[in-house]
């Protein structure tokens, strides 16, 4: 997580007016990680100049997921890269741009997305996929895809962003239908808001914390199921509540014992599980493949949105226009970010969704 520090104006960047940092390597404030499960130190890192197709960004606000969580612990394999700058929740304003780029200029006001759109590609042009074929998520990458290089320096050395989207697109989820929700942190409780703005007549919630169910109920969860409690599977609690299984269930903790669990929680025939969670596990899918025969299973990037096309109407529309998503329900705590490492403990622990940091 980086942003300009706070003396950012000795630089004369003022939102809008163009800048005298263009084409610069840049001097920034940002929490880097030296190694697995170190506290973040509060470092001056240099940040080179956008190339071509890239845009600088001045962060003002940044968050914290899970993911961040398993990077910083260096329990994904792929992603054991260290020193880092975490952080893929954010938002900001656009600092400078780099050669090619055309929809975008200084002091416009941004959410950068992990998940790329160019517009042009197969990809882009069908309505089955957000997954551009030329800039799509890649979990294993932590350089530029231009030339393969980072552009965030500390000390000589490199430094290094869904859950409404995945009930209305990749579950469809319809009036009057059963939800089942593993995993209650920021992702699962989005599924949750997602499933009750969409008329889900059940909405089962499982976690092993019993302390998120109550935001939980705030967030339209109907039932509540705490494996801890019984000592048959979750999924045989799930199908009994719901009289045969859900119609569908997300999986939403990042275990892949609770992807079997929300896989069997669905009703034979027509049941659906998607996908959420990251696995940093390197284990296989736990499932027969005779099972796929009866219920089936998907996986969610992004909330399917596609970033650039879609994601803004659906801000327009759902979050400043009508304000039907309770997306303040989601922010449980904000800190300055210089309390990084607070933050960082807070969702370990599992008691924020969300803690805003601000820069
Ligand atoms: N059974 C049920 N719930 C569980 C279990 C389990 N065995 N293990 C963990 N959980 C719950 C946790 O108690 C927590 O409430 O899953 C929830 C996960 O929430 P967060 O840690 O806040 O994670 P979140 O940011 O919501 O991300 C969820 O999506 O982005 C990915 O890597 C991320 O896999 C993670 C998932």
């Not at 959410?111 to 089955?128: L, W």
């Not at 009930?167 to 699962?188: Q, R």
């Not at 008329?199 to 109920?217: H, P, Y």
């Not at 493949?289 to 996986?299: D, I």
């Amino acid at each position: 997580m980086a942003g300009f520090s706070s003396d950012d104006d000795s630089n004369g960047f003022h939102d809008g007016d163009g800048n005298k940092t263009a084409g610069k390597v840049i001097k920034c404030k940002a929490a880097v990680v030296w190694a697995p499960g170190e506290p973040f130190m509060m470092e001056e890192i240099e940040v080179e100049a956008p190339r071509r197709l890239e845009v600088r960004l001045r962060i003002l606000f940044t968050s914290i997921c899970h993911t961040d969580l398993t990077a910083w612990m260096g329990e994904n394999e792929s992603q054991r890269v260290f020193p880092r700058v975490l952080g893929h929740e954010a938002a900001g304003v656009v600092e400078s741009i780099g050669e090619g780029v055309e929809d975008l200029r200084p002091g416009d006001r941004v959410v950068p997305v992990f998940n790329g759109e160019c517009g042009d590609c197969a990809a882009c042009r069908s309505s089955k996929t957000n997954l551009c074929c030329g800039f799509a998520v890649d979990p294993n990458r932590s350089v530029m895809r231009s030339d393969g290089r980072v552009r965030f320096y500390c000390a000589g050395r490199d430094g290094v962003r869904r859950g409404v989207g995945a009930a209305w697109n990749a579950a469809n989820v319809d009036e009057g239908s059963k939800v089942a929700i593993f995993g209650l942190g920021a992702v699962g409780l989005a599924v949750a808001e997602g499933a009750r703005l969409r008329g889900a007549a059940q909405i089962i919630g499982v976690d092993i914390n019993t302390d998120k169910f109550v935001k939980g109920r705030e967030m339209g969860i109907t039932e509540f199921v705490n494996p801890q409690d019984y000592t048959k599977s979750v999924h045989e609690v799930v199908r009994e509540l719901s009289k045969g299984g859900v119609d569908y269930s997300f999986e939403c903790s990042g275990n892949l014992d609770v992807l079997r669990q929300a896989f069997l929680s669905t009703h034979k025939g027509w049941g659906l599980t998607v996908v959420l969670g990251i696995h940093p596990s390197p284990r296989m899918l736990p499932l027969h493949p005779m099972e796929l025969f009866e219920r089936k299973m998907v996986a969610s990037v992004f909330g399917d949105f596609k970033p650039k096309s879609q994601l803004p109407d659906i801000i327009n529309k759902w979050i400043i226009g009508a304000n039907k998503i309770n997306l303040d329900g989601f922010i449980t705590h904000e800190l300055p970010f210089t309390e990084i490492n607070q933050a960082f403990q807070l969702l370990s622990e599992g008691k924020a969704l969300r803690c805003l940091l601000k820069l």
